[in-house]
Structures are given as C-alpha cells and as structure tokens.
C-alpha cells in the first residue's frame, strides 16, 4: 500500500509553525540587531518569510535580512546577525 502525501495540507500545517514560532524567534534576532543602530529610519534588520515557490528547494522558512545601507555595512564589518542568533532559541 503505498503512502499519499497531501502537499497543500502539509504547507499550510508548516506555514503556520513558522508563521507562529519561526518569525517570532527571528524577531529577537532582528531587534537585537536594530538596537546597535545608529537610525531615525526604518529598520535596517528585518524578517523576511519565504513559501512554497515552484523554484525554492528549501519550503517555508523565516530570515533576518538586512534591508538598509547601513545595516549591509554593519553586518559585513561586525557580524551582527552571527552574534545575535542565540537569540532565536526556544524559551
């Protein structure tokens, strides 16, 4: 007997666990990021998610994505996110 697999109803259980639990935790990353800013703008650290694309070969995930100037700089001389990824642990 052979196993059927229901993708669409898959995505949906995996879009929710990272919409409730992956976003929040790259939140934190994000927001630890922010604060060594030096900004009156939008934040330069940012969560980005990402879904089911024909062309992804990785599925659902969220990211911290440096969206500004001087948060690309920042990371590039200081490796911000490395640093602050602890942060996105379990509680």
Same mark, same amino acid.
């Given at each position: 007997m052979a196993l059927k697999f229901n993708?669409?109803?898959w995505n &949906? @259980? @995996?879009r929710q666990i990272v919409d409730t639990e992956g976003v929040e935790r790259m939140q934190r990353v994000a927001d630890a990021c922010n604060?060594?800013?030096?900004?009156d703008e939008a934040p330069g650290y940012?969560?980005?998610t990402e879904g089911d694309e024909p062309l992804s070969k990785n599925g659902y995930r $969220?990211?911290?994505i440096t $969206?500004? $100037?001087e948060s690309i700089v920042d990371n590039a001389e200081n490796n911000t996110l490395v640093k602050n990824f602890h942060l996105a642990? &379990?509680?």
């Open positions: 993708k669409k109803n &949906g @259980i @995996i604060q060594g800013l030096d900004t940012r969560v980005s $969220a990211t911290v $969206a500004e $100037a642990g &379990g509680e």
